[in-house]
């Protein structure tokens, strides 16, 4: 009996010397006693004792240059990743390819791929024959682009003229309306021939006098789905 309650002695002697081991050990691995849950708090924890050896080494010189070199490699490599990166956001890549709403964009890009599009001109001393003849040729212009679906829409222009040449107000040499003959034309035409004028599909913004202060110009385009495309167009 007295050899095993010794032995047994012994046993709790070897338990608490193995436990003084272990936390001997713990201490030299995370000074400040790691995971010690019921005496420890932040001063004590392991992340405060990696911040304090990082913050040691970053006030030494050596920390200092390894420090301006990672910040510069990581500025290089974002500025190439962004002289990489491509214009513009396709709507398809942003939802999930196993969702309907994926199949239904491809489908719309492969079969259904055009779109409206708005011209908007202002600025412009509408009534003289000059830009009228310079808004024919840049329609004529919209028109050649192989993205522009064929035929355009009617161009309110062409139908102001149409009309002023039905009343006797076109100049017959130019085929264009002076000056003068303009906005008188264009008011007669929107309040006389409103089948005419909504058919031209013509959109403006008028002052307080009736004179155009924009006026905008309809079309399709297709082929464009790209963000190089789209751009380019």
């Known amino acids: 009996d007295e ?33 010690a849950g019921a005496q420890g708090s932040h001063e004590s924890s392991c992340m405060v004792a990696l911040a304090r050896r990082l913050a040691a080494a970053i006030a030494r010189p050596a920390g200092h240059w390894g420090v301006i070199f990672a910040f510069g490699a990581f500025t290089a490599v974002s500025l190439v990743a962004v002289a990489g990166m491509e214009p513009g956001l396709i709507l398809s890549e942003l939802v999930p390819e196993t969702d309907i709403t994926s199949a239904y964009l491809t489908a719309e890009g492969e079969y259904f791929s055009f779109f409206p599009v708005t011209v908007t001109t202002k600025a412009l001393d509408y009534a003289a024959p000059t830009r009228q003849a310079q808004l024919l040729a840049f329609r004529d212009e919209l028109a050649r682009m192989p993205e522009a679906l064929q035929p355009l829409p009617p161009f309110w222009l062409e139908g102001l003229l149409a009309f002023a040449n039905a009343t006797g107000r076109l100049d017959p040499a130019s085929g264009l309306l002076p000056d003068w003959a303009f906005y008188p034309a264009f008011r007669a035409w929107r309040e006389s021939d409103p089948l005419g004028y909504a058919e031209s599909q013509g959109n403006f913004g008028l002052d307080a006098r009736g004179r155009i202060v924009y006026a905008e110009l309809h079309l399709y385009a297709h082929g464009v789905q790209e963000p190089e495309a789209c751009i380019a167009f």
């Open 3 to 35: 050899e095993s309650g010794s032995g047994g002695e012994q046993g709790k002697s070897g338990g608490m010397a193995g436990g003084e081991a272990g936390r001997t050990a713990a201490h030299g691995l995370c000074p400040g006693s790691c995971g």
